[in-house]
């Protein structure tokens, strides 16, 4: 199993500002994954993390908004830049389990823009 | 790509069975999973398949039919509890378990 947190938990961010989430987990991890979650919608990844390359980002996404950095094997951190409203989301990390098939989340960022 | 589909929204009673369907349209993966997500809160994992057939986990059951293109998941003995969204997912074809694709979700209903 893999237990995950994220900071912070919640943001209200101004538009134009940016927002740094962070993710940490409690062992070493080969993948770490970040998710979107829209209002009232289902998840969509945004990109997958790995430690010592850049990471790859989903079709629609691009590192010029949502860059990511993965440091070492228990962190990462995902930017959202120059905020809008329509970045307002829920934003979750996730990893891979160690010796079994399941996907671990964070418990998400909630964030705002106003 | 990778369509799925569930219905929006399903309603049931407390002790009743509930069967939600997922369906999809892809050329590969590696396995479809089943999530449980409470309003605010991270998804929870519940069940997959790999392979056709059914997989029990308590009262909870997932079934795949990779020739139908078809999966669901069985919610036996309902408590007001399982009132939540259900996700229905597949992982990616090749390089990693963790690049879920998921579906809209599945609100569940229960009442007493």
């Known amino acids: 199993s893999a237990v995950i947190s994220q900071k912070p938990s919640r943001d209200i961010c101004q538009r134009g500002t940016s927002l740094t989430i962070q993710c940490q987990v409690d062992s070493q991890v080969t993948m770490m994954f970040w998710y979107r979650q829209q209002p009232g919608q289902s998840l969509t990844l945004i990109a997958t993390?790995?430690?010592?390359?850049?990471?790859?980002?989903e079709s629609g996404f691009v590192i010029d908004k949502f860059p990511i950095s993965r440091p070492n094997l228990t962190f990462s951190t995902l930017t959202v830049s120059n905020l809008s409203p329509e970045d307002s989301s829920i934003y979750l990390c996730?990893?891979?389990?160690?010796?079994?098939?399941?996907?671990?989340f964070g418990p998400g960022t909630r964030l705002t823009v106003t | 790509g990778q369509n799925i589909d569930q219905p929006t929204e399903m309603t049931a009673t407390e002790g009743a069975i509930v069967q939600i369907n997922c369906t999809y349209q892809t050329s590969g993966f590696n396995g479809l999973f089943w999530y449980q997500q409470h309003a605010g809160e991270a998804p929870t994992f519940l069940s997959y398949?790999?392979?056709?057939g059914l997989e029990e986990k308590g009262r909870f059951s997932s079934f795949l039919s990779r020739s139908k293109g078809y999966s669901y998941l069985l919610l036996k003995e309902l408590q007001m509890k399982d009132s939540a969204s259900y996700l229905c997912?597949?992982?990616?074809?090749?390089?990693?378990?963790?690049?879920?694709?998921f579906g809209a979700g599945t609100q569940v209903v229960v009442t007493p």
């Open positions: 996730s990893v891979d389990g160690t010796g079994d098939y399941e996907q671990y």
């Open positions: 398949n790999v392979l056709d």
């Open positions: 993390a790995n430690q010592g390359s850049e990471a790859t980002y």
């Open positions: 997912a597949l992982t990616g074809t090749t390089d990693s378990w963790g690049k879920f694709q």
